[in-house]
């Protein structure tokens, strides 16, 4: 399976991750724009099983998201830089994009857009969702 490694912005924290993700998005609800300062979360999402923390100890944040499980964000102590968040209720990681080394994916949809600012920028071609997609669970 394919490795793809990311780290944080002083270095401190790497992890890798194995294999395709289920799923890239861009999370627009208002938790990921301060996260970010930014209009958006560019998030790979990745199974659990899949992803370790390859080199020093992260932080960790949560909250309690819309599905009433946990939302842990995993970040670095020392440059704040936030690596992941593990969505509790689906059993995947959602890994921030801009840690990867190489990025090569790609958005493909767009969700919480109805807590998008109203100078979000959205990428043509990709499906956009008020909150989830159905089905998605939260
Ligand atoms: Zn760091
Ligand atoms: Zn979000």
Redesign the pocket.
Known sequence: MEEHIGS??????EYCFKGDPINSIFCYCSECQSLTGSDKWFGIWVPKDNFNFTKGAPSTYSRVGDSGKKVNYQF?G??S?TLCAEITVGKFNSVSATSLKNNKFSPKMSIYTSSAPSWALFPENVPKFDILPPGMGG
């Open positions: 944080c912005c002083c270095g401190d924290i670095c020392n440059c830089t």
